[in-house]
């Protein structure tokens, strides 16, 4: 296992290496440019071509980059042109409020897309198994930020029941040691600052968590129907095995692998996800910051936090991979 487990971290070498070139060139085909940004109405051709040479930016674009390589290997991930606060810096302070809309969101999404899909499987052809087919199409469809607005603008404006924007009332005085503000309201005991944060990220997590819902509810009945028609579920019947034994180990757990694989891409996918979500709801994480950094021609910010990023994607992968082996004892990682 953990030789396997340092073939796989090997292999994010070359990966890793792909992308920082796509990502490098991608950055800079961007229209305008972080000067032009920075400047603003101020941008004259002899001040951008100023900002370009104090950052490097009217070099060759091979030069840039192995200066960027360099920068990289050594740990040094660049500072932020519009904050000046180093982009590990700004990602560590951001990292934990998308983290932890993430965590709400894919909890929603497991939570009620797998009993959906089994409950669709079990109703297969019946009016719930229909309903709920049509409302995971419905809901995969929908836009997040179409969705996100909507839920802000019923239970936000209209109703008044949640909170529109942020993390956490500013007007409360909350200790954070962690950065994960429920977490720190509980481990302080200041309940009151942990209610107010987890009020704050249901709109977002609801926004963020439909696709995935509506995709595990989808794939979590297909692989249901698959299994409880294979020949080993109707042996089973047929010896008299319990309905829950049946349902519990012969056709839920086997049918999770596919399930397992969806909720592990989903989970890198809710960081896309959070760039819509976190902006629509003010939500101070990585999100709504890249969305910043686009706009401003941010480079380091973009370079850095994308890397960032697909690091942990791969390494959910990895961890998808090794849970097969524990899930289903017939599946090895190799």
Same mark, same amino acid.
């Given at each position: ?31 305008? /440019? ?19 040479? !104090? ?22 991930? /660049? ?38 899909? $089994? ?46 924007? /942020? ?9 954070? $040691? ?35 819902? !509506? ?16 020949? $080993? ?21 086997? !049918? ?34 890249? $969305? ?43």
């Amino acid at each position: 296992m953990l030789r396997t487990i340092g073939h796989r971290l090997l292999l994010l070498i070359p990966t890793l290496f792909g992308l920082s070139v796509l990502l490098f060139l991608w950055v800079r085909a961007l229209p305008g /440019g972080p000067a032009v940004a920075l400047l603003g109405e101020r941008a004259t051709p002899e001040a951008i071509a100023e900002i370009n040479e !104090a950052y490097g930016f009217d070099k060759p674009l091979i030069e840039q980059y192995l200066t960027w390589m360099g920068q990289l290997l050594s740990g040094d991930f /660049g500072v932020s042109l519009q904050t000046r606060v180093p982009v590990v810096e700004e990602f560590l302070r951001r990292f934990p409020a998308t983290l932890e809309l993430t965590i709400f969101a894919i909890i929603i999404a497991v939570g009620v897309g797998i009993p959906l899909g $089994y409950l669709a499987a079990r109703r297969h052809g019946k009016a719930s198994d229909h309903f709920l087919v049509g409302a995971s199409l419905l809901g995969i469809t929908i836009p997040v930020f179409f969705l996100a607005f909507i839920l802000k603008w019923i239970f936000a404006v209209q109703l008044g029941w949640l909170p529109s924007e /942020g993390r956490q009332d500013p007007r409360m005085d909350a200790t954070h $040691y962690t950065g994960f503000y429920v977490l720190d309201g509980i481990l302080t005991g200041e309940w009151d600052a942990a209610w107010d944060a987890f009020l704050h990220l249901i709109l977002p997590a609801i926004a963020l968590a439909t696709i995935p819902l !509506a995709i595990i509810t989808r794939i979590t009945r297909a692989s249901v129907l698959e299994v409880q028609n294979s020949d $080993y579920v109707r042996t089973g019947m047929a010896k008299g095995v319990s309905r829950s034994t049946i349902r519990g180990r012969f056709i839920l757990r086997n !049918a999770m692998l596919p399930v397992i694989t969806t909720i592990g891409l989903q989970v890198g996918l809710l960081i896309s996800g959070a760039v819509l979500t976190e902006t629509v709801f003010a939500f101070p994480g990585i999100g709504s910051f890249l $969305y910043r950094a686009i706009f401003s021609r941010d480079y380091p910010v973009l370079q850095g936090f994308i890397i960032f990023i697909a690091i942990g994607y791969a390494l959910i992968n990895l961890a998808v991979d090794v849970s097969y082996s524990f899930i289903d004892p017939r599946v090895r990682v190799s």
